[in-house]
C-alpha cells in the first residue's frame, strides 16, 4: 500500500519563527489533508490541498503532485500551534492513510 | 457546515463489558464512514470503512466480531466494542464523506472519544 512518510518528527520553535513540514508519499494520490491535532486530541482541518497553493493566514501548503510531495508553512509561529500535524492522503478505494505525524512545540 | 459529532467524548468502563460509540453528521448526508484508533503518541490507524446499508469493511488486523459497525442511515454510524479489555483502551475517531462527493472531496472528522478501561 500507499506508504506516507513525514518530516521532521519532532521540532521545538521559539514563538514568533518560521517552519516547514513535508510530507512525502509513495503513490499517485486522489487528494491530500493537512491537520493539526491540539492537546485534547480535535483534529483541525488545516488544508485540502491535492496540488497547488493555498494559504490561509499564517497558514500555507503546497502539494506538487507529480513529484508527490507537500510542504506546510507556519509563519510567526505562537504558542497555540504546538500540537501534533498530520498529513493524510486518499489512496485507492478511497482510504485516508495518515502520516506519522510532526509533533511541534512552540515556545515563549 | 460538514458538523461531525461523536458521543461520547469520554468513557470509563469496567473489562468485559460492551461500550458503543456514536458518530454523526450533523448537516450533511454521508454514504461512507470511516473509524480510527489512535494510541498515545503514535498516528491514526484506519480500522474499518463504513457504508450505509452494507456491511463494513475492516483493516487487516481488526477484529470484526470484536469491534461491531453499524451505519443504518446516512447520518449515523456506531462503532460497539464489545467485552472490552485494557488493551483496547485508546482514543477512537470517526469521519465522514458526503454523499455523492467520492475520493477528491476533503473528510470530516468527529473530536474523538477517550476509551479507558479498566
Known amino acids: 500500500g500507499i506508504q506516507v512518510e513525514q518530516s521532521p518528527p519532532d521540532l521545538i520553535l521559539q514563538e514568533g519563527a518560521n517552519s516547514t513540514l513535508r510530507c512525502n508519499f509513495s503513490d499517485s494520490v486522489n487528494n491530500l489533508q493537512w491537520f493539526h491535532q491540539n492537546p485534547w486530541g480535535q483534529l483541525i482541518n488545516l488544508f485540502y490541498i491535492p496540488s497547488g497553493t493555498k494559504q490561509n493566514g499564517r497558514l500555507s501548503a503546497t502539494t506538487v503532485a507529480t513529484e508527490r510531495y507537500s510542504l506546510l508553512y507556519i509563519s510567526s509561529s505562537q504558542t497555540t500551534d504546538s500540537g501534533v500535524y498530520f498529513c493524510?492522503?486518499?489512496?485507492?478505494?478511497?482510504?485516508?492513510?495518515f502520516g506519522p505525524g510532526t509533533s511541534l512545540s512552540v515556545i515563549p | 457546515g460538514a458538523v461531525v459529532s461523536q458521543h461520547p467524548s469520554r468513557v470509563i468502563c469496567k473489562s468485559g463489558t460492551s461500550v458503543k460509540i456514536e458518530c454523526r453528521s450533523l448537516?450533511?448526508?454521508?454514504?461512507?464512514m470511516f473509524w480510527y484508533r489512535q494510541f498515545p503518541k503514535q498516528s491514526l490507524m484506519l480500522m474499518a470503512t463504513?457504508?450505509?446499508?452494507?456491511?463494513?469493511?475492516?483493516e487487516q488486523g481488526v477484529e470484526k466480531d470484536k469491534f461491531l459497525i453499524n451505519h443504518a442511515s446516512l447520518t449515523l454510524s456506531t462503532l460497539t466494542v464489545t467485552s472490552a479489555h485494557p488493551e483496547d483502551s485508546s482514543f477512537y475517531i470517526c469521519?465522514?464523506?458526503?454523499?455523492?462527493?467520492?475520493?477528491?472531496?476533503?473528510?470530516?472528522f468527529g473530536n474523538g472519544t477517550r476509551l479507558t478501561v479498566t
Open positions: 493524510a492522503v486518499v489512496a485507492s478505494y478511497d482510504k485516508v492513510i
Open positions: 448537516d450533511f448526508q454521508a454514504t461512507t
Open positions: 469521519s465522514a464523506r458526503g454523499v455523492g462527493t467520492g475520493g477528491n472531496s476533503p473528510l470530516h
Open positions: 463504513s457504508n450505509e446499508g452494507s456491511k463494513a469493511t475492516y
